[in-house]
């Protein structure tokens, strides 16, 4: 009987984990990009301060991060004491992790922190510094006791220690009666199929870098996962955080970067300094455009993927993809230009043009070829300028769309009277 209840439970894992989170891609901060091994107690604190600051604003009205939905702040790697453990490095012999207290003298006053803002704070396990060549259960349960402890709502499973069993990560986390947010963090090894998904989100590239051939080897990742429609609601498909206002990245590449990772539904999450005017003025416009944010969030049963790419090619330096663990340098080149699309529904699409060329160039769009477009004659809204650009016959000429720069639109039937809610 009791075997008999325990598939039962495990049948109900489903699709996709039934922890009521994540149906609609996660938006948030993680420390990595910024701190990396540097991260701390306070240096967290003030980011979770900068993510309900009101100083900027849309649309004329004082508007923080999380007001546009990035909430939940995640800590990542190098919080543990390291030389903590006798028989491991920072687990106990029981299994406890052992917190480096000299950065981080107080977890629970830190989630408290975040919860008293209205965010949500993140954790991070399985760690890649002073990873251990060994997994016992007591890890898992104390690792899993720990966050309860300290109050995280959420969890970034890394895939450097030996703790890589997931589904034995989600039953613990299931048995705390909390809902936790887990991200899968195996760089496109462990992933889902149609029954099986166990996390919110899972990693389908390794690790994405300031640089324009980078963030479009990473955004390639994601297309089988959306032409099989495994990335969907609970389980979406996700090459990384966000380099937008981290150094490398020119403002048209990151308006690009931003506008890919929103039309392939993957959670956006952050990594720049939120608390530095100069960064956040240069990206501001792009981070807080809810017109991009909206397609991010819609789903109509595609998570979104490329629809058309030129046949002549470029090289891209630094383009390279990370395909289930094992990192493949791209020696052919990658398309001189790519659209993607996304249904967004009530028979609209959104579709994004990205010129990887190096020289500026014509983006032609024929209607007709966009995947679940109904109109011949259809209404054209640019989702970088918010501006309608008419009713237009059968294809719409983007003129001279810069090196590394796009176009985003929002297309739907012109017969129909437009309305933008
Ligand atoms: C635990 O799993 C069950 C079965 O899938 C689900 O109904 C329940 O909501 C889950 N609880 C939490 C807190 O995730
Ligand atoms: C703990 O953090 C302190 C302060 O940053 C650092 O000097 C020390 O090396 C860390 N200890 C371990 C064992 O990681
Ligand atoms: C965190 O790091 C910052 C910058 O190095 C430092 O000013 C601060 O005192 C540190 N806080 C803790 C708790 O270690
Ligand atoms: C999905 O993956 C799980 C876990 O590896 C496996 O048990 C199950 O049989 C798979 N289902 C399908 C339809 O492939
Ligand atoms: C993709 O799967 C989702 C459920 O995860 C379903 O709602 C949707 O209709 C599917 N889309 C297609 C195109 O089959
Ligand atoms: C690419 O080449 C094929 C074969 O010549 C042709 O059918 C197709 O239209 C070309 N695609 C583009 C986008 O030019
Ligand atoms: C648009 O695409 C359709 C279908 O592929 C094709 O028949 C038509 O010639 C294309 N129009 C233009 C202007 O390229």
């Known amino acids: 009987m009791a075997k008999l209840l325990s598939l039962l439970a495990v049948a109900q894992l489903g699709a996709a984990i039934d922890n009521g989170l994540g149906r609609t891609p996660p938006l948030g901060w993680r420390s990595w990009n910024l701190y990396n091994r540097n991260v701390n107690q306070s240096l967290m604190e003030a980011i979770m301060d900068g993510m309900v600051s009101k100083k900027r604003q849309v649309d004329g009205v004082p508007t923080s991060l999380c007001d546009l939905g990035y909430c939940d702040v995640g800590l990542d790697d190098n919080w543990q004491n390291c030389d903590g453990g006798q028989k491991y490095h920072y687990h106990g012999d029981s299994g406890i992790p052992i917190i480096n207290q000299s950065r981080f003298p107080d977890m629970v006053a830190m989630t408290a922190h975040a919860h008293r803002l209205g965010l949500t704070a993140g954790w991070y396990l399985n760690n890649c510094i002073c990873s251990e060549g060994t997994s016992t259960d007591a890890m898992y349960q104390s690792d899993v006791a720990a966050l309860t402890v300290f109050n995280f709502d959420g969890v970034k499973l890394d895939g450097c220690g030996k703790q890589l069993d997931l589904d034995k990560w989600a039953q613990l986390l299931n048995g705390t009666g909390r809902k936790v947010l887990i991200e899968n963090c195996h760089w496109g090894r462990t992933v889902p199929n149609a029954t099986w998904c166990p996390w919110n989100f899972f990693r389908t590239s390794g690790d994405v870098r300031a640089s324009y051939g980078s963030v479009v080897g990473n955004l390639q990742t994601t297309t089988e996962w959306a032409q099989k429609n495994l990335s969907r ?96 340098p791209y020696k052919e080149q990658v398309h001189s230009w790519q659209f993607f699309y996304k249904p967004v529904g009530d028979n609209k699409v959104a579709v994004l043009l990205m010129n990887h060329d190096t020289a500026a160039q014509d983006l032609v769009l024929n209607f007709s070829e966009v995947p679940g477009l109904k109109c011949q004659k259809c209404q054209v809204r640019c989702l970088f300028k918010h501006k309608d650009l008419g009713s237009h016959e059968t294809s719409f000429t983007s003129k001279s769309v810069a090196s590394h720069d796009s176009r985003m639109f929002l297309l739907s039937d012109a017969s129909v009277e437009f309305v933008y809610a």
């Open 233 to 328: 609601p609970g389980c979406w498909g996700y090459p990384d955080m966000l380099e937008v206002g981290v150094p490398g990245l020119s403002y048209q590449e990151s308006r690009s970067h931003f506008a890919a990772w929103a039309i392939v539904s993957s959670p956006l999450v952050l990594s720049m300094d939120v608390n530095n005017d100069k960064v956040m003025d240069d990206v501001w416009d792009i981070i807080s455009n809810k017109e991009i944010l909206a397609v991010n969030q819609a789903w109509a049963g595609h998570s979104g993927s490329p629809f058309k790419q030129a046949n002549r090619t470029v090289q891209l330096p630094d383009y390279f993809m990370r395909i289930q663990g094992v990192v493949v």
